[in-house]
């Protein structure tokens, strides 16, 4: 990619998020003016008046409602995103995600323990502690198994293994909320994936987990990109495949796990968003990671931003959004592939 189209997509990918951010505040069942949102902004950033044709209602439906939500969407969209670009490439594999591993699954587990049982033990963020935890130990579990069936860890050892389990968890998931009794709702709603509620607070936990990983995914830019030529072509240079795959994969299941907890199980995010990436800028990883988080962040604001609105009052749950448009994109590549069209 010439230096000139690469400050251009910057440029294009810079504007595209402002401009999403912006509409995903600015539009619901109330619309808000983007005057107000900068105004308002201006008041809690830097002391500025308010003027007076923005209502008190505004600066709260703004700041305390849509703010938080908007910029939560972004950032576990992102995260999603880095995740599964990471996943794909470690696995070689288009198809494969932190989704198809188990790690969603593993968090559903943990987080359905908790709305069952009603455990608090860490206040409002139990679940999501539950949550994250269950993820990380279902990968640690998914790679230990792998590596008894194939120390050296091939591709497809560990995405089989990764679907059987995730299968079977969802079948352990699918038991709890059928004993849940009163609980089910609650159950089933928070694994069809939401961004309602959600305060500020989660949003600096998010971007604290997102941040430090990115920062580790692009200091193994160089791993990454030289794991995607396969596993002979990476041991002939003196890489360590096991070990960087196992450390990858871990990173990859702490932000996937950490987004699942905060905002409930969303689907396919990890497989759209890199494949767009990759078309858009490239494969090299120093790229590909940071525009991934855009693109990811980008889909999932435009996803939470429909539900939102199809039904309104109503609201759809995020996750039934990216699970339509997903579903048929998993389609287009696994054919893709099959055809080589």
């Avoid at 995010?269 to 494949?275: G, N, Q, R, S, T």
């Avoid at 940071?290 to 980008?298: C, E, H, K, L, Q």
């Avoid at 939470?304 to 759809?316: G, Q, T, Y």
Wanted: hydrophobic fraction near 55%; charged fraction near 10%; include cysteine.
């Amino acid at each position: 990619m010439s230096r000139r189209k690469a400050m251009t997509l910057t440029a294009v990918s810079i504007a595209a998020v402002f401009v999403t951010l912006v509409l995903g505040i600015c539009i619901g069942s109330v619309f808000v003016p983007p005057s107000h949102i900068f105004a308002v902004m201006g008041n809690k950033l830097f002391g500025a008046s308010l003027s007076p044709d923005v209502p008190q209602s505004s600066v709260s439906i703004i700041f305390s409602v849509r703010m938080p939500r908007v910029f939560l969407a972004f950032i576990v969209g992102a995260a999603l995103s880095v995740s599964g670009a990471a996943v794909q490439s470690v696995l070689k594999n288009p198809l494969a995600s932190p989704f198809t591993l188990g790690t969603s699954s593993g968090a559903s587990l943990g987080a359905s323990l908790v709305i069952v049982s009603g455990v608090t033990f860490m206040g409002t963020f139990s679940l999501a502690f539950a949550g994250l935890s269950s993820a990380i130990i279902t990968m640690f579990f998914m790679i230990a198994f792998a590596r008894r069936l194939d120390r050296s860890l091939q591709s497809s050892t560990v995405v089989l293994t990764g679907m059987v389990l995730s299968l079977f968890i969802n079948a352990i998931v699918t038991l709890i909320a059928n004993t849940a009794d009163e609980k089910y709702k609650q159950l089933m709603k928070w694994q069809s994936g939401s961004f309602a509620g959600r305060g500020w607070e989660y949003d600096g936990i998010m971007l604290g987990v997102l941040a430090v990983c990115m920062v580790v995914f692009m200091l193994k830019a160089r791993e990454l990109d030289i794991l995607t030529f396969g596993d002979e072509q990476a041991q002939s240079i003196g890489l360590d495949t096991r070990r960087s795959k196992t450390l990858l994969l871990v990173l990859s299941a702490v932000l996937s796990g950490t987004a699942v907890s905060f905002a409930g199980v969303i689907g396919f995010v990890d497989l759209i968003a890199p494949h767009i990436a990759r078309k858009l800028f490239g494969a090299d990883h120093r790229t590909l990671i940071p525009m991934s988080a855009v693109t990811g962040g980008i889909f999932m604001v435009l996803c939470d931003l429909a539900a939102r609105i199809v039904i309104v009052p109503n609201e759809l749950p995020v996750g039934v959004v990216t699970a339509l448009i997903g579903a048929p994109f998993f389609a287009f590549v696994f054919f893709k592939r099959r055809t080589g069209r």
